[in-house]
């Protein structure tokens, strides 16, 4: 127990309890709870500091768990359960820095705002496993905007499968690979018209054009289905391996965009999928050359360096490389790679960018 910090048992219920939305943040729960108990937030919060012997230089209530519970007579380690429960599959050495459910090395995702609906009308904040829609009220619920879906169940498919197969390979709303998927949608757009169900879609949610802004929300099912074909392990492998050219892998990347946006190849497009190409295949090669370490000539495991050279170029997509797949360049002792507890506390970063 930490200097300050009172125990758990001796803490006294707040006299209103309030329920928690599924995934919810301990910083939220706490907003609420001392809105249901006609306290300020900052007379809870500072409290809170207090008992659990936090710093009182920025606090991070998300540590304050324990107390939290105790306070608003939630069951013993339920935000550790829900911890738990919502955690992302991480790339770490437990599992041969392959995607895994990592106890140890598992972390939650960014906080986005709750579904209106699950939270009984609350504005709050989750780290719940899935993305902007909520499958069980069919609405949208990303960044605080509360739209209708019900006319449009292939955002629920989509919803699914982020949820579900794209989850269990590491991806997540900030992890980079939607961003990259919406960034070739949105550069196909500047110069073609979109599919008439995506310009129906549009013109229903009161969307104007596949915008930097607006093409998440417009194209959310074609963006979730194009992640789902770049992170494939075959796809992956032969759009950034050696062994092809790279002209060849960046019209593989382009008729990937335009099947599934049902058009056909633009400039626009073709510039930005020969950088993704370029900059990949780069990637690849520094990965190829890592080290063991700073002080040793031998070469790294190619799976811990596939990872910490995509953290290193930001290049999401040579986290879903198959090692098995990709052609071997031969050694050439080049930079070290990073210790293991680096790499994990790095996690899955976005890529950088590409205009």
Known sequence: MRQGQAPVADVRALPVPVRTVPGETVTCYLARLAEANTLTERDLRLHVTDIAGLSPFRPNLENAGPWAERLGSLPVGHFDREARRNAMYVRCQHFAWQPGNCTRCGYTQQPRTACRRCARGASTMVRSRGGAVCNHHRRWHLDGVDIDLTRHPDYAHAERCLSGTLWKRGIGLHTGE??????????????????????????????????????????????????????????????????????????????????????????????????????????????????????????????????????????????????????????????????????????????????
């Open 178 to 355: 939607l961003q990259l998927a919406a960034t070739l949608i949105e550069h196909w757009a500047r110069d073609a018209k979109p599919a008439r169900r995506v310009a129906d879609r549009m013109a229903d949610l009161g969307i104007g054009e596949l915008g930097r802004d607006t093409v998440l929300l417009a194209a959310y099912p074609e963006v979730v289905r194009l992640t789902a074909v770049l992170t494939d392990l075959s796809f992956a492998s032969y759009l950034l391996s050696s062994r092809f050219k790279l002209a060849e892998q960046v019209w593989a990347l382009e008729a990937a965009v335009v099947t599934i946006m049902q058009g056909t190849t633009t400039t626009h497009l073709h510039d930005i999928a020969e950088r993704i190409v370029a900059r990949g295949k780069a990637a690849v090669e520094t990965a190829f050359s890592m080290r063991l370490n700073a002080g040793c000539k031998r070469p790294a495991a190619l799976e811990k360096a596939l990872v910490a050279s995509s953290q290193r170029h930001r290049i999401c997509l040579l986290r879903h490389l198959s090692t098995v797949r990709i052609q071997i360049i031969p050694y050439t002792p080049g930079i070290a790679v990073p210790r293991n507890r680096t790499v994990v506390a790095r996690g899955g970063l976005s890529d950088a960018p590409l205009t």
